[in-house]
Every structure is written in structure tokens, then in C-alpha cells.
């Protein structure tokens, strides 16, 4: 069976209980973010299989990124719906990953490029995706657009 997200934010070592993570998060003593909680929490009370509409709608747009993409295409996506949020917001608009999380899904490389800063100073920066098994175009792109646009500074620095 597939690792469980408890299994892969618990190695190495044993899973993590999520329930006891939650606890402790809550006092300031969890190694993991609430969005990772959160999510093996999700987990954790799903006792059945995805639809097979679910599947087959999966597999159709799989199929169409596939030809999409294939060996030698990359799309640029946004990193989240709003320039840096502040910590811990997202909690609150869970929704907003929802986008990010199809290419997650998909199986898709991603490689996230810092581009500089925004007019209000803080950093701006996109995802690179490419086909299946293309990680190493997701890179050579990323590092062009870092270079051409300035890549990683530190916020309010201008």
C-alpha cells in the first residue's frame, strides 16, 4: 500500500499520531506546520477509495497534460493566489492551495523560482512545471527566470 502522509513526515521513525501533533502545536512544541497536521488529520478519517468518476477524471486530465506537455513544454504557474501571506492566514483559506495541489496529484515536477521583489517589497516568485520525468527542464528554466529577474532578495532590501 501507498505511504500514508503520517508514515513520510514522521521519518525516519514512526509515524507521527496526529491527534498528539495537534496538541502539541497548540503549545508551540510540533516539528510540523497546522497544514501538514491537518492534512494527516484529513487522512486519517478517510476510510474509502477515491470515486471512479474521481479516477477517471484524474487519469482524462493526465492524459491531456501528458500531450500538453510532453518532453520539451513547461508552464508557469503562480506560487499561491496572493503575494506572501502573512503567517499562518492560509490556515483560513484552504481552498487556496487547491490549485497547486492538482499539479501535486498529477505527478508533475515543480520547481518554485524566486523573481525579486514587488512594488510593495515583498518576494514575488513562480512554479515551473514541466511533463513527467522532466525535472531537469524545470531547473534549467527556473534558473534562467532567477537570473533575468533578479531571483531571491531579501524582503523590504529595496
Known amino acids: 500500500p501507498?505511504?500514508?502522509f503520517a508514515e513520510l513526515i514522521g521519518e525516519p521513525g514512526r509515524p507521527v499520531w496526529p491527534l498528539w501533533e495537534l496538541?502539541?502545536?497548540m503549545v508551540g512544541k510540533s516539528e510540523h506546520t497546522m497544514a501538514a497536521i491537518g492534512l494527516a488529520l484529513v487522512e486519517m478519517?478517510?476510510?474509502s477509495k477515491?470515486?471512479?468518476f474521481i479516477i477517471h477524471q484524474k487519469e482524462k486530465l493526465q492524459k491531456e497534460v501528458d500531450e500538453l506537455l510532453g518532453t520539451d513544454g513547461v508552464f508557469l504557474y503562480p506560487s499561491h493566489t496572493r503575494v506572501a501571506?502573512?503567517?499562518h492566514h492560509p490556515l483560513?483559506?484552504?481552498l487556496d492551495f487547491a490549485y497547486t495541489g492538482i499539479i501535486n496529484i498529477l505527478g508533475l515536477p515543480v520547481t518554485q523560482c524566486p523573481l525579486g521583489l514587488g512594488e510593495e517589497g515583498l518576494?514575488?516568485?513562480l512554479q515551473v512545471v514541466a511533463g513527467k520525468l522532466q525535472d531537469r527542464l524545470t531547473l534549467e528554466v527556473a534558473l534562467y527566470?532567477?537570473?533575468t529577474f533578479g531571483g531571491w532578495r531579501e524582503p523590504g532590501a529595496d
Do not use: A, C, N, Y
Open 123 to 125: 518576494p514575488l516568485g
Open 92 to 94: 483560513f483559506r484552504p
Open 145 to 147: 527566470l532567477e537570473k
Open 85 to 87: 501571506p502573512k503567517h
Open 23 to 25: 496538541l502539541k502545536w
Open 45 to 47: 478519517t478517510q476510510v
Open 2 to 4: 501507498p505511504q500514508t
Open 50 to 52: 477515491p470515486s471512479p
